[in-house]
């Protein structure tokens, strides 16, 4: 029964990556627009290029942002669910969770962007809250920048966070349930603060939690390609720039040189996570 998946897996997905990445190494002849099968690594050194590291940057530091806004929104919500919630609040949760999953990926980003822009829901609480001058001067910051939310890193950032939200509630979630209560209680019993228990006990028996969904938002905005190309500013992504450099201009050496540094960073992100205990709580 494993034979027709596995099949799928090594032979369609691997063989057609690894098919990408041995083409790494080869050089794409600017004149003939065509790769020629000649030993080369100057496509990795490209990627030094101060244009070509600042996509890898840029891509990295996103990763790790929306990484650590999903977990600061998530652990709170997780931590509810797990103590606090009735069985229909946590029912409640779970469909409020898992709910935005069950809708076409396109159509959230598409949706974000109408809720972006100057006319839309979010403009409209702003301008409500008369915070107009606050945001105005939010997106004067060169790291966000942008006139608007729609066109800014901030609005980029905000479609991340929301899309892949669920992806790190989930396993908290189920990280915070397998911490025994009793715990909890004995540390309160022995005069510990709330928030002394929470970072001497709750905290290091729910971090793997963390880390497994830190998994799934770090590698999934590293390779996204869809959101920076709908939201944000002009800036490509590692995702955009692989599309980029295969479809539109044919240098599919380069588009392959780009492809191995998610792979490697997530190798890294993986072995990482693996000290860390993150598996256990997927």
Aim: aromatic share 12%; glycine share 8%; charged share 5%.
């Amino acid at each position: 029964m494993l034979t027709p998946p596995l099949l799928w897996f090594g032979v369609v997905y691997l063989g057609s990556l690894l098919t990408l990445l041995s083409q790494s190494v080869f050089v794409f002849d600017d004149m003939s627009m065509s790769v020629v099968a000649e030993f080369t690594t100057d496509n990795f050194a490209n990627l030094l290029v101060p244009a070509n590291l600042d996509i890898v940057l840029r891509t990295l530091g996103m990763a790790v942002a929306v990484t650590l806004a999903t977990a600061l929104i998530g652990f709170p919500m997780a931590w509810y669910m797990a103590h606090h919630a009735s069985p229909a609040e946590k029912g409640f949760f779970y469909v409020g969770v898992m709910l935005p999953m069950w809708a076409s990926y396109i159509v959230k980003a598409y949706a974000w962007t109408v809720l972006l822009a100057q006319g839309g829901v979010i403009y409209w609480v702003i301008n409500a809250l008369g915070l107009q001058g606050v945001l105005q001067a939010v997106l004067a910051i060169p790291v966000i920048g942008g006139d608007t939310l729609a066109t800014s890193n901030l609005g980029r950032f905000l479609v991340f966070t929301y899309i892949w939200l669920p992806f790190m509630v989930l396993p908290i979630q189920a990280a915070i349930e397998r911490v025994p209560a009793n715990l909890l209680l004995a540390s309160g019993d022995l005069g510990a603060r709330p928030f002394q228990t929470f970072r001497n006990v709750l905290w290091p028996l729910a971090f793997p939690g963390v880390v497994a969904g830190s998994i799934f938002t770090f590698s999934l905005t590293l390779g996204d390609y869809i959101i920076p190309q709908l939201v944000g500013p002009s800036g490509l992504y590692i995702g955009n720039m692989v599309y980029t450099m295969q479809g539109t201009i044919g240098n599919i050496p380069m588009a392959a040189a780009f492809t191995c540094v998610p792979i490697v960073l997530i190798t890294i992100y993986l072995a990482m996570a693996r000290r860390l205990g993150a598996f256990n709580a997927l």
